[in-house]
């Protein structure tokens, strides 16, 4: 027996029991004539003790020799410690130590492993299996764990059926990029990773398993922002004989019932807002609606001056700032510097003080009366004391501008409250969504979402009326799930891929198989997806995934601890059939 207890578990009544505890040396601290030991498993910290009077020399001297991140066991008595520690669940005991066993010498390790660490981002991937060991991330995957375990417990509680579904599948267009593997078998022919287990999900509905779920590894090869990863993890769900109205109502209970099991936190309501709604008054379809600052639209308002900036521009709209009249000038010179660079793109801000005496100090003052000012004021919401913003150019980039702008204010003014949780669905999206350079429609969600009731016919005369039976869960400005009412009918996909650009021949190649269950009875469905890795972090407190994935990727898609991706030898590639091209 390695241990009869952890190192998070003996309490002040179990003084004058024998215990066996096993775990990693945290810290030596020899004073001379004792010594202390800080022994660490995922449990917790438990001191032992070494002393002259009552430790053996030899003892004393094999615990001289320990070093950080060494395994060992110890076998000794539980006795009352002297001084104290409230700050540790184990702070008022620790172990006389009778036995010493080390299992394992370890090296000294490249960086603390300490809550606060002396490694940076790059050293901590390298080593990912020693940061694990520190409670900042430790206790990120065992939050993770906690998660998964109520999604799971809520949904088979609901009649879903967990169905594991093929990872080695048919490259199909589906947005990004797939990764392929080559088939040794079937030389010159590759699977592909799933981007989704979209069309297997389909199918098990026309199997008749009408309540689906999978907590599913998911590979996009797809340029990597900030905050992805190649790989990642999807709550993917889905239902029949549902409409959209069931699919709501299904994962609102099930996004209720982790706010209250996780975070203690009762939500009441889920609102709805269109599409075009959230473009209108937030910039973006994943609108953060903790804090207000809505866009107001002040074209009426603002144009038709000698102000040219304004009268050329397609939207003019601003936000109102609260308390931002008390920024000094340096202050709003900074937020213009933000704005204007390449990751945002404007040429400028327009600013409006709304001083506590009702009056106004604007940038363009000697373009607009305090009467127009006092206007925009009331457009935006503005009060006494507040800062209006406006920006101007076309519209899709102004809105998204002033999205960035309106989530920095809030980050900065501390709006963003992680403890704070505000949900809703953003319904209504477009069906397809235009390429500008080629003029070629792409599905906004996937081909297989199905166009609002009553709409299929506006596909042949305007298609960007065309509405998705589609909806995304959005949860603090993120999107942590999305899904639609599919197509089920072979008819209406045939009309759907059509309108996609696919010949009948190449819908035939790629989705033939769909196809063809269709015409045995598919029944009415619909789905959706979560991201478990944005949930959990969210749920979590924090907007980063990095450290709820056990073994991340870094922002280029590399695997730095164990070398990947890496070249494979030559008899491999000859057995693939596989040629490396020749620059």
């Known amino acids: 027996m390695y241990r009869t207890h952890t190192c998070g578990e003996l309490r002040g009544k179990d003084v004058k029991t024998d215990v066996v505890l096993s775990g990693w040396v945290q810290k030596v601290r020899d004073k001379g004539f004792v010594v202390w030991v800080d022994l660490r498993d995922r449990y917790g910290i438990t001191q032992l003790v070494f002393d002259e009077e009552r430790t053996p020399a030899k003892l004393l001297a094999e615990a001289r020799k320990l070093g950080r991140e060494f395994v060992i066991q110890v076998k000794g008595e539980v006795i009352e410690r002297t001084s104290k520690n409230p700050q540790l669940g184990t702070g008022d005991i620790e172990i006389l130590v009778k036995e010493l066993s080390v299992l394992n010498p370890a090296l000294l390790p490249p960086f603390t492993i300490e809550d606060e660490t002396d490694g940076g981002t790059d050293l901590r991937m390298k080593y990912r299996y020693l940061d694990i060991r520190r409670n900042p991330v430790k206790d990120k995957l065992i939050f993770r764990s906690k998660v998964t375990m109520e999604v799971r417990k809520y949904l088979s509680e609901h009649g879903f ?55 599913v590894k998911c590979f996009r090869d797809e340029d990597l922002r900030a905050d992805r990863q190649p790989e990642f993890t999807q709550i993917d769900c889905e239902m029949a004989f549902v409409e959209q109205e069931d699919i709501l109502n299904a994962f609102e209970g099930l996004t209720r019932h982790l706010l209250k099991e996780i975070r203690g936190v009762e939500v009441d309501t889920f609102p709805r807002m269109t599409y075009d709604e959230a473009m209108k008054t937030y910039g973006n379809d994943k609108p953060d609606i903790r804090f207000d600052m809505r866009f107001a639209e002040l074209n009426t308002l603002a144009q038709h001056r000698e102000f040219n900036v304004f009268n050329s521009a397609e939207l003019v709209v601003g936000i109102a700032v609260p308390g931002g009249a008390s920024f000094t000038r340096k202050e709003i010179d900074g937020i213009i510097d933000w704005l204007k660079r390449p990751q945002v793109g404007a040429k400028g801000m327009v600013y409006v003080k709304c001083n506590e005496d009702g009056s106004f100090k604007s940038s363009v003052d000697k373009f607009y009366e305090q009467s127009d000012l006092q206007k925009w004021a009331e457009a935006t919401g503005a009060k006494a004391g507040d800062l209006i913003c406006v920006l101007s150019g076309d519209i899709d980039t102004t809105r998204t501008q002033l999205s960035a702008l309106r989530m920095e204010m809030a980050e900065r003014l501390g709006l963003r409250n992680p403890s704070e949780f505000a949900p809703l669905w953003v319904i209504d999206f477009p069906l397809l969504e235009k390429d500008e350079e080629t003029g070629d429609y792409h599905a906004m969600h996937h081909p297989f979402t199905s166009p609002k009731p009553g709409q299929l016919e506006l596909l042949d005369t305007d298609p960007d009326a065309v509405r998705a039976n589609a909806y995304d869960l959005v949860l603090n400005g993120n999107e942590i799930g999305g899904g639609s009412i599919r197509i089920h009918d072979k008819k209406v996909q045939s009309i759907m891929f059509r309108h996609l650009g696919f010949s009948e021949e190449e819908a035939k190649a790629q989705f033939g198989f769909l196809m063809e269950a269709f015409q045995y009875g598919a029944p009415p469905h619909g789905g959706i997806a979560f991201g478990l890795d944005r949930l959990v ?44 091209r020749e620059e």
Request: proline share 8%; aromatic share 10%.
């Open 161 to 215: 059926i967990e169905v594991e579904t093929p990872y080695l599948i048919k490259s199909t267009p589906e947005g990004a990029r797939d990764f392929v593997v080559p088939s040794r078998m079937n030389q010159g022919e590759f699977y592909a990773l799933p981007q989704s287990p979209q069309t297997f999900k389909q199918l098990l509905m026309v199997g008749g398993l009408d309540k689906y779920f999978q907590i």
């Open 537 to 580: 972090a969210i749920l979590g407190g924090q907007e980063t995934i990095r450290d709820f994935i056990a073994f991340p990727k870094n922002n280029s898609g590399r695997d730095v601890m164990i070398d990947a991706p890496a070249p494979i030898d030559n008899a491999q590639l000859i057995e693939l059939n596989l040629r490396l």
